[in-house]
């Protein structure tokens, strides 16, 4: 069982900038983010492999970006320029396949969430 451990969530100001942090227990080849507003369904974010090679969803391209350590089987996101409409609670995902999917069900481990919340 891969247990992944969230941090650096809080409160920004729009236009901000927030770096979460997620330690996994094991390496894991795929480890994204998702979010999920109050109401609404949990979202792809980003994802990254254990290459490096990375995909983003276009709502935050060019704003965030998502990185790991594989040293310290931890994978970030640094989130930049950051709007109202990112306020969410955050989770870090993990599985040891290769996830092409940005379908929540298709990856295996979760974190408990963190939240963000971005004032206007």
């Known amino acids: 069982q891969v247990q992944l451990v969230e941090s650096g969530g809080g409160l920004v100001q729009a236009g901000g900038s927030l770096r979460l942090s997620c330690a996994s227990s094991e390496r894991t080849f795929t480890m994204g983010w998702f979010r999920q507003a109050p109401g609404k369904e949990r979202d792809f974010v980003a994802r990254i492999y254990l290459t490096g090679s990375t995909f983003y969803a276009d709502s935050v391209k060019g704003r965030f970006t998502i990185s790991r350590d594989n040293a310290k089987n931890t994978v970030y996101l640094q989130m930049n320029s950051m709007k109202f409409e990112d306020t969410a609670v955050y989770y870090c995902?993990?599985?040891?396949?290769?996830?092409?999917?940005?379908?929540?069900?298709?990856?295996?481990?979760w974190g408990q969430g963190t939240q963000v919340t971005v004032s206007s």
């Open positions: 995902a993990a599985d040891r396949g290769v996830v092409f999917s940005t379908v929540p069900a298709r990856f295996e481990y």
